[in-house]
């Protein structure tokens, strides 16, 4: 059992009660994980704003090239990338004001949670975001319940 679980809870939930996310990790092909956390979340009524190198749309969202480009500061940055990129993206992410940041399960990696601690941003890591969402669906409602046994 994870030892931070019943403590995490309280981060996570108050990192979805935030309105705007930049998303880094959708992409035009459709077939990543990034894309599936996209359409939840523009279906949960999120505003989000994902960031791609080369794309102008992904899965019918605007796509912006960096942070510099976004129509307005995010309250948070979700990263689903890999882990080298992910402690790329994490200063990038600091560089824009960006206090808060959502490492994918996958995407974390010790040197990018290192640098969010050192730099004062609040950062969830080692979690799936889709099963806290409501209703997140199969296999993420049984993810959720499998988490929940053990933060208890």
């Given at each position: 059992?994870k ?13 979805l ?26 279906e949960?009524g ?40 992910s402690?790329i ?20 990696s ?19 975001m ?6 997140p ?11 929940g046994?053990?933060?208890?």
């Amino acid at each position: 059992m994870k030892l931070s679980m019943k403590k995490e809870l309280p981060k996570i939930e108050d990192f979805l009660k935030l309105k705007s996310f930049a998303l880094l990790g959708a992409s035009a092909t459709k077939k990543k994980f990034g894309n599936y956390i996209l359409k939840a979340m523009v279906e949960r009524g999120f505003k989000v704003y994902p960031i791609h190198r080369t794309a102008s749309v992904v899965s019918g969202v605007k796509c912006y090239n960096s942070f510099d480009e976004l129509p307005e500061k995010p309250e948070a940055a979700i990263v689903v990338v890999p882990p080298k990129q992910s402690e790329i993206i994490v200063k990038q992410a600091a560089a824009a004001g960006v206090k808060n940041i959502w490492l994918q399960l996958g995407a974390e990696s010790h040197s990018a949670i290192t640098y969010c601690h050192a730099n004062d941003m609040n950062v969830v890591s080692g979690e799936c975001m889709m099963m806290f969402f409501r209703n997140p669906g199969f296999p993420h409602n049984l993810h959720r319940w499998v988490w929940g046994i053990g933060a208890h």
